[in-house]
């Protein structure tokens, strides 16, 4: 199933040469006030592109761009960014071979320039080992202000969604 982008959303999207990975997915909206960049961090991506969301996608503009969280007011910018870049909707099984050629540097040069980073993988993704690596990553950024949301977006509700995470190693 697939969803429209909220007007007046401006979208942008990176993807593989092949069209196999996505490895990025910006909104940015051109009637916010604010500055500030939040990245999204989620598992993998569905087909969502310039022109179409998904329901995750499509839950995330709501929330950031609609929704009056006080820790959104200011952004203008997001990006949605994957553990893992292969694009897959159904029967995902993340392995190394799905991470994408580019993403590790992809996913470190967005965050260098966010200011809110927003975990969404889901408090039950079984890609520990991924996600290990990913917390390495974002412990080089102790700038930051890092969130955590309590399920995934797909399955996702507006009232105390989001929450504090602390960054360590053994994160899940």
Not at 21 to 49: C, F, H
Not at 81 to 109: E, S, V
Request: hydrophobic fraction near 35%; charge should be neutral.
């Amino acid at each position: 199933m697939t969803f429209g982008h909220l007007h007046p959303l401006i979208i942008t999207a990176e993807f593989s040469d092949c069209g196999k990975y996505r490895y990025l997915l910006s909104a940015i909206n051109p009637d916010s006030q604010g500055s500030k960049t939040l990245s999204v961090i989620m598992q993998n991506p569905s087909e969502a592109d310039e022109t179409q969301a998904d329901k995750s996608v499509q839950f995330l503009q709501n929330l950031v761009f609609r929704k009056n969280y006080d820790v959104f007011k200011e952004v203008r910018r997001m990006n949605i960014l994957n553990q893992f870049a292969f694009i897959q909707t159904k029967g995902f099984k993340g392995n190394h071979d799905l991470i994408g050629p580019k993403n590790d540097d992809i996913i470190r040069t967005v965050i260098k320039d966010s200011d809110i980073i927003l975990i969404a993988w889901g408090k039950n993704n079984p890609y520990k080992d991924r996600q290990q690596e990913l917390t390495k990553m974002l412990l080089e950024y102790d700038d930051k202000l890092i969130l955590k949301t309590r399920k995934h977006p797909s399955r996702g509700f507006y009232t105390d969604f989001i929450g504090p995470v602390v960054l360590d190693n053994s994160m899940d």
